[in-house]
């Protein structure tokens, strides 16, 4: 058999480099940047943790509650939620609970007009014996100097005159006495005069401002005491009300500046303004889709400038993060 000698073929040139795979190299990068995200948040959270206090809380525009003094039938309901009133505007009206019957004046009228005529009549009779007992003083005086014997007839007559002028003017000022006396007796007590039940109750806006809430409708009865309009004045104090949990307690403090922060981020100031303790994390309150949160702490928070205020105003019942520095 007979061998051959294979010849190699070996070359020295630069065997070159691979295509670069582009869709390797960004995957590359975004597992390095997640990376140092999740680690970024970690190391957020672990400051956050160890250096501020968080809670919740609701904004609260402050409201005044419109209530009947007694109960009844609505007949007239003139305002609407979201509608602007002035001071003393009529909100609605309440049937009178009772139909009471006008008090019968006719007696007591012609009583009254009795006693006038008769103390008038009085005043004449007065005044009719003041006349004569002094034209008899001059009759008197003629009389004890002789000088008019004519004249003393009719000095007796005048005499007589004044007697029966006090006779009367004695019964008519005891008949005035009696009549006076029946007349306050007929009189009905003030009170029942003035009793409400018998009038329609009118119920006005206490102040001027914005109805939040309307209760009731027209027809319905409405009860004694029981919220039958809601108002906001313009002027009303807004605030937060907020809840922390009580191993924060030592952190927190009058005065002292949070951030208060809504559901889209939009982050404002607020100053608290009281502490108090509380055994739930709200009191209860109609809210939509609101879910409590457990708390031995309670803050009111204020807002610190104008701005705020204004924001503050617009997002009534909106839930809220309250976050604030251990200090």
């Known amino acids: 058999m007979r061998l051959r000698n294979r010849q190699a073929y070996i070359s020295t040139l630069p065997e070159g480099e691979p295509d670069k795979n582009k869709a390797s190299q960004i995957t590359r990068w975004l597992y ?61 009206s309440i049937k009178a609970s009772r139909v009471c019957r006008p008090v019968d004046k006719s007696r007591t009228d012609k009583l009254s007009f009795d006693i006038d005529l008769k103390k008038v009549e009085i005043d004449l009779l007065k005044k009719r014996m003041l006349s004569e007992q002094s034209a008899r ?16 007839k009719q000095d007796e007559q005048a005499a007589r005159k004044i ?31 003035l009793d409400s039940g018998c009038i329609e109750q009118q119920i ?6 914005v109805v939040y809430s309307v209760s009731h409708k027209v ?26 949990e009580n191993k924060y307690r030592r952190y927190i403090a009058v005065d002292m500046l949070v951030d208060v922060v809504f559901p889209d981020g939009l982050k404002t ?17 109609e809210v939509k889709d609101y879910e409590s949160l457990e708390s031995s702490i309670r803050l009111h928070i204020v807002p610190v400038n104008d ?15 309250i976050r604030g520095f251990k200090e």
């Open 163 to 193: 007697a029966d002028m006090k006779l009367k003017v004695g019964a008519l000022m005891s008949e005035v006495t009696l009549q006076e006396a029946a007349l306050n007796k007929a009189q009905p007590p003030l009170p029942v005069a």
């Open 307 to 321: 701005v705020d205020e204004q924001i503050w105003r617009t997002q009534d019942r909106m839930e809220v993060t």
């Open 137 to 152: 003083s001059d009759f008197s005086l003629r009389r004890a100097l002789e000088l008019d014997r004519s004249r003393i």
């Open 32 to 92: 390095f940047s997640v990376l140092i995200l999740m680690v970024a948040y970690l190391v957020y959270i672990g400051f956050t943790r160890f250096t501020q206090f968080q809670g919740r809380g609701q904004v609260e525009l402050e409201k005044t509650i419109i209530s009947p003094e007694r109960g009844g039938q609505i007949i007239s309901l003139v305002v609407k939620e979201g509608q602007g009133l002035q001071r003393g505007s009529l909100m609605a």
């Open 204 to 209: 006005r806006a206490p102040l001027s401002g």
């Open 269 to 285: 100031k607020g100053s608290i303004n009281k502490i108090l303790s509380s055994s739930a994390a709200f009191p209860r309150k």
């Open 219 to 244: 027809y319905e009865f409405a009860p004694r005491g029981e919220p039958l309009v809601t108002l906001i004045a313009y002027d009303a104090a807004v605030r937060i009300e907020a809840f922390v």
